[in-house]
């Protein structure tokens, strides 16, 4: 037996989610799943001690992965867990399973005639196979509805069939079936057991624990999911630890292809002491569910500048004031956009109050303003007119906002609530400092004309 896994055999323990999922005896089953949680690990455990077991009906089973590595450990597993099962089972190699097609499979045989047969992805391969199938990070199989179609009928004598994934994009044939079985009774897989596993659900039941050998603090699970996600977009993150498939549309209005090249380093001046150019300000107000995004740019010949964001979160309206005036205060401010729909709407009246109505604009934020915002914003950006600071939540935030095409035709503009109670509001910041700078048309230059003179044929009347 070829065996790359070492492990205490005294010490092999099941997280409790990796235990549901080998206790179900349902016959059908989808596990939607994070990365790395160890679900196929439990399943070859399952799979290693039904083989065990005599009076298995028709006792074979067939599992394919995405690559054929995949494949291997998954048979290096159940050679693991035969040996701990104290069961005999042999490892009979790579064998030919149909020598016309040319279609060969890694095979454990155990003692009481119990075959596992891991195999690649290719839907040929299920032809004419009878027994247990497993298919193993599906949405990731170049064929999917293929696979599927070609090794369910393997099942139709009482044999189980497993599916388990991360996903890979929305519109995979394994997210449409992740949204069947969710349908229960009144959908086309009624008989499909659903499970879902994300990385806080294995965290909850203890992944951190097994991984550090200890019970894990606040902070090393803080540290854990820092080095797990590190250098990942949160689309992808939400794709692979969260079971959140990513849009396959393009309707990203700032993909990442145009916000990274507007990011710097080092750009920002936090008192503002260093401005010589002129300053403009967007304001997007929140309280309590969203932040409010005060966005600071200072143009320098043809490009702008950011040079601070604030960010309030549950922060009283006096305060908000506060801070917003001291920004407006500055001696090189010239023009702000502030948002003025429902929460904004005093802040922006009495901001232009006091600083007058040439330099202080309140917007409401009507679908056609949005349009406006967005059309701008995405110009000035594709045409690296603004630079912005180098930050993971402002880049996920710019990114959020989707142009989206209503029934009658119309595009609106929208983004999703984000883990952190974000909704676009960096986004609105900046675009609002961008139309702040557009709409400003220089200082206000009053001069006298030249004094009339008397027409000569009226002198004397």
């Not at 454990?108 to 119990?114: A, E, I, K, M």
């Not at 001696?331 to 709407?345: E, H, M, Q, S, V």
């Not at 220089?442 to 002198?459: E, K």
């Amino acid at each position: 037996m070829r065996l790359r896994l070492k492990q205490n055999m005294a010490k092999i323990t099941f997280l409790p989610y990796q235990k549901k999922w080998i206790t179900n005896s349902a016959q059908f089953a989808l596990c939607e799943k994070s990365r790395r949680v160890g679900i196929t690990y439990a399943e070859a455990y399952r799979v290693t001690r039904d083989l065990s077991t005599k009076n298995v009906k028709n006792n074979k089973v067939w599992f394919s992965s995405a690559d054929l590595s995949a494949s291997e450990e998954f048979i290096d597993y159940v050679g693991f867990f035969a040996k701990y099962l104290k069961t005999a089972a042999k490892y009979i190699g790579e064998v030919i399973i149909d020598k016309d097609d040319d279609i060969t499979a890694h095979r454990v045989r155990f003692s009481n005639g119990g075959e596992c047969n891991a195999i690649s992805s290719n839907p040929t391969r299920f032809r004419s196979k009878g027994g247990d199938v497993i298919l193993d990070e599906f949405a990731h199989h170049r064929d999917q509805e293929k696979m599927f179609t070609a090794s369910k009928p393997s099942a139709m004598w009482g044999n189980r069939v497993r599916i388990i994934s991360t996903h890979n994009g929305d519109d995979s044939f394994f997210n449409s079936l992740v949204a069947e079985t969710k349908k229960g009774a009144e959908g086309t897989m009624k008989n499909w057991t659903p499970f879902r596993i994300t990385i806080e659900d294995a965290i909850k039941d203890g992944l951190v624990n097994t991984i550090l050998g200890h019970k894990a603090t606040k902070e090393d699970i803080k540290h854990f999911m820092e080095d797990a996600f590190a250098g990942m977009t949160q689309e992808a993150i939400d794709e692979e630890f969260y079971c959140l498939p990513r849009s396959s549309s393009n309707s990203h209005l700032l993909p990442y292809e145009l916000i990274n090249p507007i990011e710097r380093d080092n750009i920002l001046d936090e008192l503002l002491a260093g401005i010589v150019g002129d300053i403009y300000v967007g304001g997007d107000i929140g309280r309590k569910k969203n932040p409010s995004v005060f966005w600071i740019l200072e143009r320098l010949g043809e490009l702008l500048y950011t040079r601070k964001i604030i960010a309030l979160k549950n922060v009283p309206y006096s305060e908000q004031r506060k801070i917003l005036y001291d920004v407006l205060s500055h001696k090189n401010f010239r023009r702000a956009c502030i948002d003025a729909t429902g929460i904004g709407n005093q802040l922006a009246e009495e901001a232009q109050d006091a600083f007058g109505k040439l330099r202080v604009e309140p917007v409401m934020f009507t679908p056609k303003v949005k349009e406006e915002l967005a059309s701008h914003t995405y110009v000035m950006v594709e045409g690296k007119k603004v630079l912005i600071p180098r930050d993971k939540t402002i880049r996920e935030d710019l990114y959020s906002v989707r142009a989206v095409t209503t029934s009658a035709g119309n595009v609106r503009y929208e983004a999703d609530q984000s883990k952190d109670g974000g909704h676009a509001d960096y986004f609105f910041g900046l675009a609002l400092a961008l139309m702040a700078a557009k709409s400003y048309s220089g200082p206000l230059i009053i001069t006298s004309g030249a004094r009339r003179q008397m027409n000569s044929i009226l002198q004397g009347y």
